[in-house]
């Protein structure tokens, strides 16, 4: 079973649509994330979520929201998507938002604005 | 704000010689994670160091914290295509009540056969 699991895997879309990315994870973790990795393979965290609750809000254009509606799934929401959002966007999860931690990542999905 | 520094951001090797990559820290850190990304794929977690001057060994992975928990390294011995990837350190940034991982900018490995 797939700890750590993202749909779609890829995404190809024009400049200006809105689109979304889903999360899940069966690892009964509480915290969950979204990170970017851009071309040059920089991984951003972007936002985390403890049990359902906003913790961290990293400087992201509001374009992006994201929504947890159990503390098992994140989904990340984009409106007017634009050339730069191209990335590959990594959803992760650990048992609790402590820097101790691990963080599983999911398989990652990759996003393309033309 | 705190910065995680990696070097070298590439390295290509000939199959068996060693590779080291290095993880600087503009602040003392009370842990720092090591991950792997295999092309194509996600980071995957493979050690954590958490005391001063600790040193872990995983088969042919070693892995090093600084006396002042501001650098690490992670060396590998005899390297296999097998260990093809991004190497990433990850070090806690604090603010609130909340901690939140910095990554590395990561060091690209290559081998040639």
Known sequence: DTAVSQTPKYLVTQMGNDKSIKCEQNLGHDTMYWYKQDSKKFLKIMFSYNNKELIINETVPNRFSPKSPDKAHLNLHINSLELGDSAVYFCASSPRGSSYNEQFFGPGTRLTVL | ?113
């Not at chain 2, 992975?61 to 992670?74: D, I, P, R, V």
């Not at chain 2, 093809?84 to 490995?109: D, E, H, M």
């Open chain 2, 1 to 113: 704000g705190q910065q995680v520094m990696q070097i070298p951001q590439y390295q290509h090797v000939q199959e068996g010689e060693d590779f080291t990559t290095y993880c600087n820290s503009s602040t003392t850190l009370s842990n720092i994670q090591w991950y792997k990304q295999r092309p194509g794929g996600h980071p995957v977690f493979l050690i954590q160091l958490v005391k001063s001057g600790e040193v872990k060994k995983q088969k042919r992975l070693t892995f090093q914290f600084g006396e002042a928990k501001k650098n690490s390294s992670l060396h590998i011995t005899a390297t296999q295509t097998t260990d093809v990837g991004t190497y990433f350190c990850a070090g806690p940034q604090w603010y609130s009540s909340a901690s939140k991982i910095i990554f590395g900018s990561g060091t690209r490995l290559s081998i040639r056969p």
